[in-house]
């Protein structure tokens, strides 16, 4: 299994509140989108991922209006 760092980045859509929760956290994990899937079980309307550099993973999940991002960084 490979090691991430994440970065979980949720909007916040209240009204006049431009600030955004941000989550770190390191897993372990051989497929990042599937790790995406399954802490999001039942939630999921649409999931999309790219791959910007060797070792990164971005995931962008539609959650009931709200696109919420996971930054996965291999260490």
């Known amino acids: ?3 991430y760092e994440v970065v979980r ?3 916040n859509l209240c009204a006049n509140n431009q600030m955004r929760d941000v989550f770190f956290d390191e897993v372990e994990t051989d497929d990042p989108v599937e790790y995406v899937r399954s ?3 039942g ?3 649409e999931l ?3 791959y910007p550099a ?4 971005n995931v962008y999940v539609n959650s009931a ?3 919420q991002k996971f930054l996965f960084t291999e260490l």
């Open 1 to 3: 299994m490979k090691a």
């Open 9 to 11: 980045e949720i909007p």
């Open 39 to 41: 802490i999001m079980a």
């Open 43 to 45: 939630k999921i309307q």
């Open 48 to 50: 999309t991922a790219d």
């Open 54 to 57: 060797p070792g990164r993973v």
């Open 65 to 67: 209006g709200t696109v």
